[in-house]
Structures are given as structure tokens and as C-alpha cells.
């Protein structure tokens, strides 16, 4: 249903300047998502580059996770960059229904820029909406990957495992990534992780170092597959903390 994916912002209507600071970001975040949001995925040499969905939970919880999170993206376009590049889609839901995404950024910087004008705010979880999406946009070409950073689950599991089914169907991992330990969120997120093939993987409130390792392995896997994590494996811990959690029995490493 079109009401569970999340919507593309239109160019902000033009007119007297308003005073409000916080109107004025959210100004610039729709001009920056109407100005990408018709751009196909790039490629390189008739390839097509990898492509990752970055989803993160923007609800006010999340703040201190969505700062660190805009500090850390870069890294990931620079761990793909020697084997062909990435082009990367942010999705991301605050509020009662706000959820929204961008297009196909190529560029790191300006994924950073837009991000760093997003503040949370208060609402409860849509990863249901995420799904949904990330199955579209699966459906349309070829995903590699979907990384989601959060740190609960206030929907039905039955609800989300249907809308992971078409990911799983179409060999889409869902990287699964909770700070904190809400026993809900990690059942929940565990159990999407099995049914895509992809990972569940915990990290500690103001481990920088952590989720970097993390979030550089999955875009290393979206625009490589597993052989191109496996090599990384020999040097990552975060490539093989996600290797092994991709084989677990579980799908997860604490």
C-alpha cells in the first residue's frame, strides 16, 4: 500500500522567507531530496554500482546515534570506493508518520549535508515503512544491501517479517544494527535479520569506533557481495564481527 512507503518531498514553495530556523532545515532537506530524488543509479564502465539503503530510526531517542551516524557515512563510501564505488539511498522516519527518502547519492558529502540538517523527533517506530519501501526499490533494480541503526520495535514482528518476505525472496540482507538492549527490538530485529540472509549486531551507546567498523562492512558487502567481505575480514573486525553474525545460527552477535 502506497500509505506504508515512505514519501519523496517536493521543492518547498517559494515565498517570504520565514524567521524559523528549524523550518528553514527542513526547507533545505526537501530541496535537497527533490533535486535527487528523479536520479537513477550511477555507474562505472556499464556497470552498475552497488547500492545500499541506509535507514535509520530519526525518532527523539535517537539523536545522540543520528549525530554519530552523520559523522561515520562518509567512512562508507571511502571503504567501496577502490572496488567501484557505492551509491547510497537515506531513509528515515520521526515523528506520528513522517517517513521519507532520499534518491541514489553517489556522494558521500552531500549525504553528510543532509543529514546534519535532520533533527529527530518524538513518534514511535516505522520499520515496517522501511521495509516496504526497500522492497520497491528492490523490485525497480538491484539492491545490495539495508542497514537500519535504531533502538526499538514497536510494531507487529508478523507485520515486518511480511514486509521483509519480498527482500528475502529477492536476496536482500537487512543489516540490523541496535544500540541498547530492549529485548522487543532485539527479538524483532533478529528474527528479520534470519529471514533476509542478512545480520543483527549489537553496539554500545558512544562506541564510534564500533559502528563504524560496522556500517564500513556492510557497504563493503553492498558493493562487493560476501567475497568482497571476506577478503576485508583478514583486517576488519567489523567485517568479521558481520561474517559471523551472517552465519550464526541466530543471525546476531551480541
Same mark, same amino acid.
Request: hydrophobic share 45%; aromatic share 6%; glycine share 12%.
Given at each position: ?34 533535486? !535527487?530524488? @528523479?536520479? &537513477? ?8 554500482? *552497488?547500492?545500499?539503503? #541506509?535507514?535509520? /530510526? $530519526? ?70 515503512? !522501511?521495509? @516496504?519501501? &526497500? ?8 539492491? *545490495?544491501?539495508?542497514? #537500519?541503526?535504531? /533502538? $526499538? ?74 567475497? &568482497? ?8 573486525? *567489523? ?16
Amino acid at each position: 500500500m502506497a500509505a506504508d512507503r515512505p514519501t519523496s518531498l517536493k521543492p518547498p514553495v517559494t515565498g517570504p522567507k520565514l524567521s524559523s530556523p528549524a523550518v528553514s532545515a527542513d526547507s533545505e532537506v526537501a530541496a535537497f531530496l527533490a533535486e !535527487v530524488s @528523479a536520479r &537513477a543509479p550511477t555507474s562505472v564502465a556499464g556497470e552498475v554500482r *552497488g547500492r545500499l539503503i #541506509f535507514a535509520l /530510526d $530519526a525518532t527523539m531517542s535517537r539523536q545522540p546515534t543520528w549525530d554519530l551516524a552523520c559523522a561515520l557515512q562518509a567512512g562508507m563510501f571511502e571503504e567501496v570506493a577502490a572496488i567501484g564505488g557505492l551509491d547510497m539511498q537515506l531513509v528515515y522516519y520521526r515523528g506520528i508518520h513522517e517517513c521519507r527518502a532520499s534518491g541514489w547519492v553517489g556522494d558521500g558529502r552531500r549525504l553528510g549535508a543532509l543529514m546534519a540538517q535532520i533533527d529527530c523527533r518524538g513518534g514511535r517506530t516505522q520499520i515496517g515503512r !522501511v521495509l @516496504a519501501h &526497500a522492497g520497491s526499490e528492490a523490485e525497480r533494480a538491484r539492491v *545490495g544491501a539495508v542497514v #537500519f541503526v535504531g /533502538d $526499538a520495535m514497536e510494531e507487529a514482528l508478523d507485520d515486518l517479517c511480511a514486509k521483509a518476505g519480498p527482500l528475502a525472496l529477492r536476496g536482500v540482507p537487512v543489516f540490523l544494527f541496535q544500540e541498547g538492549r530492549d529485548p522487543v527490538a532485539e527479538r524483532g530485529f533478529r528474527e528479520i535479520a534470519r529471514l533476509t540472509g542478512g545480520a543483527w549486531c549489537r553496539f554500545d551507546a558512544g562506541a564510534a569506533e564500533q559502528l563504524s567498523a560496522l556500517l564500513r562492512a556492510a557497504a563493503r558487502y553492498a558493493a562487493g557481495g560476501r567475497q &568482497a567481505l571476506t577478503a576485508l575480514a583478514n583486517s576488519s573486525p *567489523g567485517a568479521k564481527q558481520l561474517l559471523a553474525a551472517m552465519s550464526g545460527p541466530k543471525s546476531g552477535a551480541g
